[in-house]
Nanobody, 127 residues
Framework: QVQLVESGGGLVQAGGSLRLSCAAS????????MGWFRQAPGKEREFVAA????????YYTDSVKGRFTISRDNAKNMVYLQMNSLKPEDTAVYYC????????????????????WGQGTQVTVSS
């Protein structure tokens, strides 16, 4: 049973930084893609970033490119989202997600692409 547990959210001023963590357990994640999504009040859950665990390839939604960095720690089974230059529009609940990576496609950005989800962590950026 895959379990994903996020942490690291909080309140930060605009321009500040936060690092979110996702503790993954229940599988060997070398065959998985790990993603971060976010959901602001009244909005749909949207893709933020993803990493192919086995090779470390990453991709991002345009609005966070150059500000956010996704990474993983193989030894600790952890996935991180380093968020810099935060903006009020980054305010949302952030979710860690996972899906099996078959190697056929490289890009998985839809909510329905992911099978496993954490409970979310709140990020609030004040102006």
């Amino acid at each position: 049973q895959v379990q994903l547990v996020e942490s690291g959210g909080g309140l930060v001023q605009a321009g500040g930084s936060l690092r979110l963590s996702c503790a993954a357990s229940g599988r060997t994640f070398s065959s998985y893609i790990m993603g971060w999504f976010r959901q602001a009040p009244g909005k749909e859950r949207e893709f933020v970033a993803a990493i192919i665990w086995s090779v470390g390839s990453t991709y991002y939604t345009d609005s966070v490119k150059g500000r956010f960095t996704i990474s993983r720690d193989n030894a600790k089974n952890m996935v991180y989202l380093q968020m810099n230059s935060l903006k009020p529009e980054d305010t949302a609940v952030y979710y860690c997600a996972a899906r099996f990576y078959s190697g056929i496609r490289s890009y998985y950005t839809a909510r329905s692409d992911y099978n496993y989800w954490g409970q979310g962590t709140q990020v609030t950026v004040s102006s």
